[in-house]
């Protein structure tokens, strides 16, 4: 399998609409791509619908699913139930997308540098946020 990731971290696949990608073996291409709220300037996300959110994914990322070719969110993650999680967890629900989360360790690099995004606390002793880890379920 290959992995085709998007530009600007991971964030941009629209450049596939105009030279997409042909393997000589088929059935081996995924594309994958990244979300995180912080990685879309949003002026207030209180304003920003669901509807916005779902057509700005789509288009720049998760439409290659219409050209025939799997999509994986390659990584995503939060340390909070704020908005634009909410819209990705609604959003996930909805298309079926086959996703990976960053990140599952609690700490960076090494225990002593806290990863606030991991699904453990940097002991591995508890899901450091079971709201989050309920809503991926």
């Known amino acids: ?7 600007n971290y991971q964030l941009d696949l629209t450049f596939i609409k105009d030279d997409p990608l042909t393997l000589s073996v088929p059935n081996k291409l995924v594309y994958t791509g990244h979300f995180y709220g912080f990685s879309w300037p949003i002026p207030s996300w ?3 619908s669901y509807d916005n959110f779902k057509k700005r994914l789509f288009n720049t990322q998760t439409y290659v699913r219409t050209l025939g070719v799997p999509y994986l969110l390659g990584e995503f993650g939060n340390n909070n139930q704020d908005i634009p999680w909410k819209y990705l967890m609604q959003y996930l629900k909805e298309t079926d997308i086959d996703w990976t989360y960053w990140a599952l360790d609690g700490f960076k690099c090494d225990p002593d540098k806290d990863e606030t ?3 453990f606390t940097n002991d591995f002793s508890a899901a450091r946020h079971p709201d989050l880890l309920k809503d991926m379920i």
């Not at 399998?1 to 530009?7: A, C, H, R, S, T």
């Open 117 to 119: 995004f991991g699904v």
């Open 1 to 7: 399998m290959i992995l085709v990731g998007g530009i």
């Open 46 to 48: 209180s304003v920003y």
